[in-house]
C-alpha cells in the first residue's frame, strides 16, 4: 500500500484572519499580485464555489514573511 499524503485546505475566511485579519479583497489582490505570488502566496483552490488555500503551502509562505522580516526586510 503506497503512502498518501493528506492536503489539508483552509478556508480563505480562516487565512485571512491568520493573516492579521486582513480582508478577503486583500487575498483576492495578493492573487493577483506577482510580488505575492515570489514570496510564494499559495494559489486558492476552488471548491463548491468557496476559495481554500494548501495549509502546507500556506505555512511555507508566512515562514518566509518572518524570515524576510528577520532580515529588515532584505
Known amino acids: 500500500m503506497a503512502d498518501t499524503a493528506i492536503t489539508t485546505l483552509v478556508p480563505d475566511p480562516q487565512v485571512a484572519e491568520e493573516c492579521g485579519g486582513?480582508?478577503?479583497?486583500?487575498?483576492?489582490?495578493?492573487?493577483?499580485?506577482k510580488k505575492m505570488k515570489a514570496l510564494g502566496w499559495p494559489p486558492k483552490v476552488n471548491v463548491n464555489g468557496r476559495n481554500y488555500r494548501n495549509r502546507a503551502k500556506l505555512e511555507g509562505f508566512k515562514a518566509k514573511l518572518e524570515a524576510l522580516a528577520e532580515r529588515g526586510g532584505k
Open 22 to 33: 486582513v480582508t478577503l479583497m486583500t487575498l483576492w489582490r495578493w492573487d493577483k499580485s
